[in-house]
Structures are given as structure tokens and as C-alpha cells.
DNA sequence: CAAAGATCATGAATCGATTCAAGCTAGGCT
DNA sequence: AGCCTAGCTTGAATCGATTCATGATCTTTG
């Protein structure tokens, strides 16, 4: 049928269990036999079956990834820097859209779990806690991306949104701006909540009072909830002379409507986004703006996974959060 | 070791083969039978282990998919379309990512092939062609994307570049222009010779002659690409009414820095981008352009891949172009 | 020179699900 | 009663790679 093990053995004149020790440790076969059979595996075409192995070792070499949305850069960012740490320790990664269905997660949980996976990386949307728990009961890491464990039995690794909301508008402050609004979107997440959070900790700060910010909540963070934000500013008076969004998407929205109506940015009103995507830099005026260190999240993720995942015996699992960091362009 | 179907099968109190009736032709077990087993598996809280099914029926579930650049929209939807079309008929898809580098593409090629996967996804990075010929040779489909097969040995599945460039002058010159830019990308894919030589059959078509078309070939596709070539078309004289630029964000970068310099857009200038990333919406002078059928690039080829690693008998190689769609906003 | 190591190679047993020829049972028919 | 059929169930054989106790051969050492 196909190829096998087997194959190659007769045909460098060898066992199978040479064949194997080739394959997966070459030191202990002598260096002639070796090559015989590394010849006779280049000439038959013989590639391993995973399958196989997988079965006989109990464990794969992959990990499990379950994103609520491919397309979002955000998540494009983190998933390349989960392939890289784990192309490092040679694991493989299975990508998952859940496409922020329940339904489609669940299948993805049960697809992930049939391959035993080593780790799980997710961003869950509709996933009861106890079954992640009994994962881990079978011994399969798993690790919270872009959320924070509710309780002390997990890891999660997730960007500091208060930090993020503190660092934009403290240098709104900086630049010596007195009226503030804020451009939230839902507030479902903890995102945006955490970012006004930061906002009021900042103005707290600097001795600012909280009213100093005006909080407008919009029901998407997209282009035109941003251009809606912008409509709203220009009917204020007082109006506010600094701006903070959500998101880059809404303040490059808010952005270009301002600059139709005639106000000038940085000069009338200054900008400051959030998320660091390519639009920020391509905008009219340039937008300055927060950047989540996406990748450096994937990246952390999969070593807490792989160290839970791993026998290693010191585990405590532990909630990590890191830094945002801002990107000054022209627009603040 | 692990909980297996022999012990769901003694926990019910039947054999392992009816185990596996119940879980693959569960019509041809009988209902209380299938009842009792059914609870067996929920009390064990068995998940059936892939490994030991793929190594059994000799292939596995799967499709793999290799793509030049994860964060690239162009591909995440690509691979949209390919989840949602492998999705329908029960296969689940390996996403790898080659970075454009030959090695990762060869490595992401052997795990994959490792895995048995049906069949196989590619836009080829840096790949001999007698490589993937020897992969299908052992009867996994292989299916181009975004690329065209040299010969009639493999299906292909691409996007008509010289239409989209055809459906775009053909708009500006149905708006009355007379004197066109465009604005090249670097030449070699075909991406960029063909929308020129799409844009130079339209000119053709309406009796203009093909000096009317300026070519500026810049080294790269972005937004500072696309300001290089706005300050170019300023100095020019006459100057050209109409820029088709290669891609959005050139469309955007040169879109911003004419508004910058004064220049009224679509009035003085009309333009005109490609691809219709999320940025086209949101830019200054929201931005008219040619939108790729991505999504259906993905789907498509997803069938004929099925098709190919199925043993459908009828399966003759072939070459499917997609017609690009315009999209009309206010740049022109 | 004999004994003790060191170095390699062997091949049967194993992982868990699937398959299929063979066996069983209940019910219908003559 | 005897025979047949349809409907279910059984369990041994199988897929291909890994593992490890065992054996074979060669080297070193007292």
C-alpha cells in the first residue's frame, strides 16, 4: 500500500528498529548503516506517517490555536507569533476560526481534542469554564489569549488596557490639552472599559477632574460610529480639544470628518487611536496612536502553554499582562 | 492509559465493533444498543483519537493549506473561503504559513505531507514543479492559488488581473477622461504587467492611444510608494486626470498627499486603487476600486481540490480565472 | 587470556480505531 | 416442524512507527 518502515528496512538490508533509530536517533546507529538506510529512504520516497507515530507515543507535536475572527489583524499578529515560538521548539500549530460562533468553537474544541493536541490557545466566546477544565484534567495545557482567567486556575496572557487608556491620555496631557473625549465602543469586553479606567487614572494623575472627560459610547468601533463621534464633537460647546478612540478604525473615521468640516489636527482637536494597524500610519494626518505588542502576546502564550502542557513539575499557573506602548505620529 | 472504545465497549457491555458502528454507520446498529453505547461514551467522556482512525483508513480529514503571508487580507480571506468550503463536506484545514521563504514553505510542505492530508492549497514561494508533481503523484490533490499552473498538469485558480485593469480604465474613461496614470507595483508577478496590459486594451477599445497611459513603476506597493508617485504627477504637464493605482494603499498614500497639495480629488484628479482593503472605505476622499472575488478564489479551489484527491474518474486539469468586481465610492 | 564493557542491531509487542467474514437470533413462511 | 431471511453483533486481523529486552560483535583491561 504505502511505503512504510518496513519497506525501507528490507531494502537497506536492516530491522525496522533501525530503520527508527535513523529517524529518531541517529547517534546510536553507525555511521555506514546510517547512510544506507538515509539511501534507501531517499530512494523509495519514504515520508514518515504521523499518524502512526502519533498513535504509538500517545501525545502530536501541534498545538491548537481558536481565534473568534482570522481577519483581524489583531489576532493575524498574535497567530504569527505563536507559529513562530512554537516552530522554535518544533510543534506545529492548528489554526481554528471560531468565527466568534459558539457552535464553530465547539466543533473546533472537539477537532483540536481528537488530534491530542499538546496545548490549547484560545480566545473563547462561548465556552462553559468546566470544559476547558476537563481538558486540562487530560493533561492538555491550556492557555486564555486576550482574556484574563477569572479565577487562579489557568493561565491567560492579555494586554493591559488600563495601561493602554493611561499612556494615550496622559500625553494628550502632556501636550497640555484640558477637555477630553473619550470614543468607547461597546462595552462588553473589558477592552474599553479598561481604557476609560486608564483615561480617569491619568486625568486623577494630574490632578484633572473626572468631568474633564466626556465619555461617548458607540454601538460598533467602526469607520462610521467614528465619523458619528466627530458629529457629536462639533455640536459641543465647550468642545473638546483632544480626542481619544477605541480604535483606530473610529478615529480615522472621526478624523477625516473632522477635517472636512473644517478643523484642524492636530491643531483644533488632536487624535490619538488605538491598535496600531495599517490605516494609522496611511490616514490624512498620520494618527498617533497605541500599539498592543500583538505578537510578543502570541509569543508568550505558547511558552506558558508549552510549560503547562510539559511535565514540567514547577506549573503555577499565572495571569500575564504586558505593556502597550505609543506610537507619536502627526495627529497628536 | 487512555479511556479507548474497548472500554466503552465493556462498559456497555457489547464489542469494540459495534463501538465503532454506533460512532461511523450508527443506522445499522440497533436503537437501544446505540443508546447504551451513547451513554457509555458521555459516562467515560471518551473523544475517539484521530491518529488511530487516520492510520487505519490510510488518509486523513484534512486539507492543507500554504500561504505566503498570514497578515496579508488577501489570504485570510482566501483561506475564509477555503474553512467555510472544507467545512461543508466534513474536512477540517491545516493553515501554514511560508512567510515567502522557500525553507518555511518546504517545512510547512513535509509536515504536511506527514500528515496525509488530502490535498493541498499553494501559492508557491519557491517551490520546483517536480516537487509538487511527485506529490501528486501519490494522489494528493494539488490546486495553485492566485498563481497559473505553466502547463495543463495542475488545476489553478486565479483572479483575471487584466480585466481588473480593463473594468477600471474603462470606468475612467467612461467618466470622460483623456490622460492616465498608473501607478506599477514592482514587475514580477504578473499581478501588476497584467492590470497594465488590461488598462492598455481598454484604451484600445475606446480609440485612445497608448501613450494616454503613463506607467510610473514604483519598487513596492505602499503608501509611501503611492506619495512618491503624487509628487511626481504634480511635476508632470500636462498633468494626467485620471491615476489607477496598483494596489489601495498606493491609491491612498498618493490620495492624501494630492489633498495635501491642494489638488481636488475627483475633480482635478480622479483615482482609482485595487483590492478594496477596509483602508479604501475609511480614507479622506472614501476611495473607488476593483474588488478580488477572494473569498470565492478560496472556495473554488477548494472544490477542485476535492474533486482531484477524490477518485472522481472524470477529473481533467484546468485553469479557472475569477472576474474582478468595481467597486464605485467617491475618488472617481 | 579471560572477563567485563561498550557498541550496534534485532524483532516482537504495542498504541486505538476500523473492517468484514462469520455467527447469532427472532420472526416469517411453507 | 423445518427452513430462510433480515437484522444485529462479534472479534481477530490490520494500519505503520516506536520501544526495549535481548543478543551479537568488537574493545578494553587486569
Do not use: W
Amino acid at each position: 500500500m504505502e511505503t512504510s518502515i518496513r519497506e525501507v528496512a528490507r531494502r537497506a538490508g536492516v530491522s525496522v528498529g533501525t530503520v527508527s533509530n535513523v529517524l529518531n536517533r541517529p547517534s546510536r546507529v553507525a555511521a555506514t548503516t546510517r547512510a544506507r538506510v538515509l539511501a534507501a529512504i531517499d530512494d523509495l520516497g519514504f515520508v514518515r506517517n504521523e499518524s502512526a507515530r502519533q498513535l504509538r507515543v500517545g501525545r502530536s507535536q501541534t498545538l491548537g490555536l481558536i481565534v473568534p475572527d482570522t481577519r483581524n489583524p489583531f489576532f493575524t499578529d498574535v497567530a504569527r507569533g505563536v507559529e513562530d515560538a512554537a516552530a522554535g521548539v518544533g510543534l506545529g500549530v492548528l489554526l481554528c476560526n471560531s468565527a466568534a460562533s459558539p457552535g464553530r468553537e465547539r466543533r473546533a474544541l472537539d477537532l483540536l481534542e481528537q488530534q491530542r493536541v499538546r496545548g490549547l490557545l484560545i480566545t473563547p466566546v462561548g465556552l462553559r469554564h468546566d470544559h476547558l477544565a476537563r481538558l486540562q484534567g487530560r493533561g492538555m495545557g491550556v492557555v486564555l489569549l486576550d482574556r484574563r482567567a477569572p479565577h487562579h486556575d489557568r493561565c491567560s496572557v492579555r494586554v493591559d488596557h488600563e495601561m493602554g487608556g493611561d499612556i494615550a491620555v496622559s500625553h494628550l496631557i502632556g501636550l497640555g490639552h484640558k477637555r477630553f473625549a473619550y470614543a468607547s465602543g461597546p462595552l462588553d469586553g473589558d477592552a474599553c472599559q479598561g481604557r476609560h479606567r486608564g483615561a480617569l487614572r491619568a486625568l486623577d494623575r494630574a490632578g484633572l477632574p473626572p468631568e474633564s472627560l466626556i465619555n461617548l459610547v458607540q454601538p460598533e468601533l467602526s469607520v462610521s460610529s467614528g465619523r458619528n463621534v466627530a458629529a457629536t464633537l462639533l455640536r459641543l460647546d465647550p468642545r473638546p480639544t483632544a480626542l481619544f478612540c477605541g480604535n483606530d478604525l473610529m478615529a480615522v473615521g472621526a478624523l477625516h470628518a473632522l477635517l472636512r468640516a473644517g478643523v484642524r489636527v492636530p491643531d483644533d482637536i488632536a487624535i490619538v487611536g488605538y491598535d496600531d494597524v495599517e490605516l494609522a500610519d496611511a490616514a490624512a494626518i498620520p494618527l498617533t496612536t497605541v500599539r498592543q505588542p500583538r505578537q510578543q502576546l502570541g509569543h508568550v502564550a505558547t511558552e506558558l502553554v508549552i510549560e503547562e502542557a510539559g511535565e514540567a513539575p514547577g506549573h503555577r499557573h499565572r495571569h500575564v499582562p504586558l505593556a502597550p506602548e505609543l506610537i507619536t505620529r502627526d495627529s497628536a
